[in-house]
């Protein structure tokens, strides 16, 4: 059984950091790139940032300099450091994996709600 469970969501004010956490089960973790999107209220799924199974990493532009994305393929997990927060950051972010073979598989976990107040 596939499971993304995301953790480390909380509120914070503007400035301050959080670190979220996937972990991941039910397939082959290292054929997969992980990734991070974002969902505001009102508003569309955003992409947020991708590392894949070798440790190359991007992001959108507006998180550029103050997240950092990584991943622990031996435990199962990849992370998503969060500085600088501002309340545009505000959502419930979901983590997703994307099978690298081509088969198009996506895997979603439900997501952690962070909450960035001014």
């Known amino acids: 059984q596939v499971q993304l469970v995301e953790s480390g969501g909380d509120s914070v004010r503007a400035g301050g950091s959080l670190r979220l956490s996937c972990t991941a089960s039910?397939?082959?973790?290292?054929?997969?790139?992980m990734e991070w999107y974002r969902q505001a209220p009102g508003n569309g799924r955003e992409w947020v940032s991708l590392i894949n199974n070798i440790g190359a990493t991007y992001y959108t532009d507006s998180v550029k300099g103050r997240f950092v994305i990584s991943r622990d393929n031996a435990k199962n997990m990849v992370y998503l450091q969060m500085n600088s927060l501002k309340p545009q950051d505000t959502a419930v972010y979901h983590c997703?994996?994307?099978?690298?073979?081509?088969?198009?598989?996506?895997?979603w976990g439900q997501g952690t709600q962070v909450t960035v107040s001014s």
């Open positions: 997703a994996a994307a099978d690298r073979r081509g088969t198009g598989m996506v895997y």
């Open positions: 039910g397939f082959t973790f290292r054929d997969f790139d």
